[in-house]
């Protein structure tokens, strides 16, 4: 059993910065891939940034310059710092896990519950 548990979102205004945590619990031999994605309403998910396990990142356009992935693989946890947020950035906030459960295992994809943040003044 794995869960990843997300924390960190909320209301902010314009220009302003949140931080989003992602940790990975249960039965994990190591985490690959890690990812943020989000889902406006009305809208499909959509990948917001990504990060290998030798920490090569990648950015949506539209986050690249005010977003920032990081990832701490003792604590099986990925982060993603938001700054200079606008309201198009309001969405529920995914976290992705590629995760394999012993050393020869193919990858299981596993997500977070959500979390909301909200740009508005």
């Known amino acids: 059993q794995v869960q990843l548990v997300e924390s960190g979102g909320g209301l902010v205004q314009p220009g302003g910065s949140l931080r989003l945590s992602c940790a990975a619990s249960?039965?994990?031999?190591?985490?690959?891939?890690m990812g943020w994605y989000r889902q406006a309403p009305g809208k499909q998910r959509e990948v917001v940034a990504e990060?290998?396990?030798?920490?090569?990142?990648n950015y949506a356009d539209s986050v690249k310059g005010r977003f920032t992935i990081s990832r701490d693989n003792a604590k099986n946890t990925v982060y993603l710092q938001m700054n200079s947020l606008k309201p198009e950035d309001t969405a529920v906030y995914y976290c992705?896990?590629?995760?394999?459960?012993?050393?020869?295992?193919?990858?299981?994809?596993?997500w977070g519950q959500g979390t909301q943040v909200t740009v508005s003044s």
């Open positions: 992705k896990a590629d995760i394999r459960y012993y050393s020869s295992s193919p990858t299981f994809r596993h």
């Open positions: 249960g039965n994990i031999f190591s985490i690959e891939n």
């Open positions: 990060i290998t396990r030798t920490v090569t990142t």
